[in-house]
């Protein structure tokens, strides 16, 4: 498992099978990493989406993670969205330390 000290430059997405739990960098960066810990008992197929635009489809299988790097020349908000299983999408938002996405019943 990855253990960052606060203000890393990278989101690190940690997900369970309860929800998805975020950690982000303190400030807006151009370029940073998406690290993203699969912890459910699931592999997990997701894009990563700037605007409109699909920047990445990763997989990642039960109990691994995966690092995603991301330029964003723009001032459009980034999404996660798992695919499968579909899960609700999350914002990565700077600046907002640490936030949890419950899973919606």
């Given at each position: ?5 606060a ?25 940073f ?15 990563l989406?700037?605007?409109?635009d ?52």
């Amino acid at each position: 498992m990855w253990s960052f000290a606060a203000g890393t430059p990278a989101f690190i997405l940690k997900l369970t099978d309860k929800g998805i739990s975020v950690q982000s960098p303190d400030k807006v960066l151009k370029i940073f990493s998406v690290i993203i810990e699969n912890q459910s008992l699931t592999d997990q197929v997701a894009k990563l989406v700037v605007g409109d635009d699909v920047v990445k489809f990763v997989r990642i299988n039960s109990g691994r993670s995966e690092t995603v790097e991301i330029e964003n020349k723009t001032s459009k908000p980034i999404f996660f969205v798992p695919v499968s299983p579909s899960f609700q999408e999350v914002e990565l938002k700077f600046g907002k330390k640490q936030y949890e996405i419950p899973a919606q019943r």
